[in-house]
DNA sequence: GACTGGCACTCGCTACAGTCGAGTGCCAGG
DNA sequence: CCTGGCACTCGACTGTAGCGAGTGCCAGTC
């Protein structure tokens, strides 16, 4: 029951060992390679117990130990020590951020970032729209009876929709209709936007009430509403480096599951208050991903969140690692959002 | 040298049958499932000629055929019968596509169609900007010194850039840039603006001609000469289907390929006279996609062609079938644009 | 009581031999 | 030119044996 330090130790030293060299760990080559400071056969006992306790398996009865998902877990919560980026990867990450010219271009940056730098799948959401707040909306006519709303975001998200009129409009009434919904609703976060819109109708010129009706539907019902989420994925490459022996043979079940954009917005869209979340193997409430673990936090300027980001990988990961890239990673876009 | 028209029937039930069961063909097995009207001793002579000719190989000694790049090639051009969508597929096609409303949502259903009715992996380019026309443009102040300039193109496709002027400009001048270059260029092909926009320069208002520099340098800078294009993809986990079997064990170099937009776009973009395009394992120029095959073709409304779609699969893929699928799929997206 | 050395045991891995059978190439005959 | 027959090849599969990494347990020591 009671795990003493040296058990712990010993745990460490199974899951970083197996981490590195992929094969199961055996009593002797950890007190090679550790300076755990007794024999072999002690840390036979201890293996015992952990292996009672869950926290590591044996594949077959001749072969060393490999840690479980419980193991991993124990190992993320109490016995890993924050690994800190080099300076080198600190600048990169700097170098290679800075260059973004656009908001596109910063997602797809970090996107490739991320999966460069963990050499794993990297998942990054668009800044929610939800989570943003109104900065400007265009009205752009494309026919008398069909607008153009482009949405502009203080993210610099910008999202634009066709809305088809009910009847012709004017020129001069467009210009008034974009007034007026850029009076009542620059400023307000989106997701407070639909009583607001109510009252833009009600307000509204007799004669515009039936375009304002439709062009106020276009704007919940697409945008707020039905949550509009955009995703950059990348490094998908990086799921067939491990041998085959990751994800228990077959990928499949892992492309199929990251194609589904409901299913990455669950994996990292799931902003929470503690920052940075680890879901290790069996955590994971997709089934297709049980043998797969996920590092994924929030990101956002300054101390607001407007999206989730996070990397993908085998459940023998290295841990500390991708915790302290995700999260110096996640940071910088933070900062850089925060310039804007 | 010469295959007469037997050996050529011997070659098309091989490059059958293997396709269907992913096993090697013998020469038993091959005049049972066949009326090939000969004894199997006849189809061995003619199979040792196909050999001979580099049509098809044996894995191994004790083994049957299995066809070549060369022998699916012959079979593309001149064995293979265009085998007509069934009624069933034509409907499930209109159904699904009759449903979008907007252009990223046709290219997005275009794309996991193409990858559920061939069951590989589907490309599909968006109208590409410089073979569109302008259909309007639209500058949105962001702040005194900012711009958004939104482009709008006649297949649909939006796109906006952000555009630092070099000097705080006024509202008034704002639309009456927006006048002038919309007169200029509403209706002209993209790829045929740079001539045209030294002239907006040069007879631009001096006080203005600082701005519309910068407009026009973005302009041709990030929309024109980087040709801005964007795809979508589907279907990668139709790749890990056949059991590790096609693409010689490792899907890690297909998965790297499609990652890379370069490559992707040199799969399906380079549009031809030639409407519907094969490319056969050593055929493609990629490296990484020497086991693969590639269907392409392009895409627009009536003749015109603004984009490429296609699907990527193992070399011992159902040619008649994919390129049926290709080409009806891509008829019906035209045909949805050109109503637009 | 905790640690250690020693020892028997398990069991996957590899090598090797043997068998089976699908498939072939070739040849003589129709 | 086609066909039936026949010898041959060689991969796939099976069974056996030896090896060795790794374990669990126990008696002995500090």
Redo the contacts with the bound molecule.
Sequence with gaps: MGL?D?KLAVLRAIVEDYVATQ????????VERHQL????????????VL?EEGYIR????????VPTDRGYRLFVDRLSRVKPLSPAERRAIERFLAGAVDLDDVVHRTVRLLAQLTRQVAVVQYPSLARSRVRHLELVPISTTRLMLVVIADTGRVEQRLVELPAPIHADDVLDLRRTVNEKLVGIQLSETPPLVQALIDECVPHLRGAMTTLSTVLLETLVERHEERIALAGTANLARGGLLDFQGSLRPILEALEEEVVLLKLIGEVEPSTLRVRIGDENEIDNLRAASVVSTGYGPGATIVGGMGVLGPTRMDYPGTIATVRAVARYVGELLAQN
């Design positions: 003493d040296r094969e199961p760990v055996g009593s002797k080559a950890l400071g007794v024999s072999p056969a002690t840390v036979r006992n201890d293996m015992a292996e044996q594949p077959h009865t001749s072969a060393g130990r």
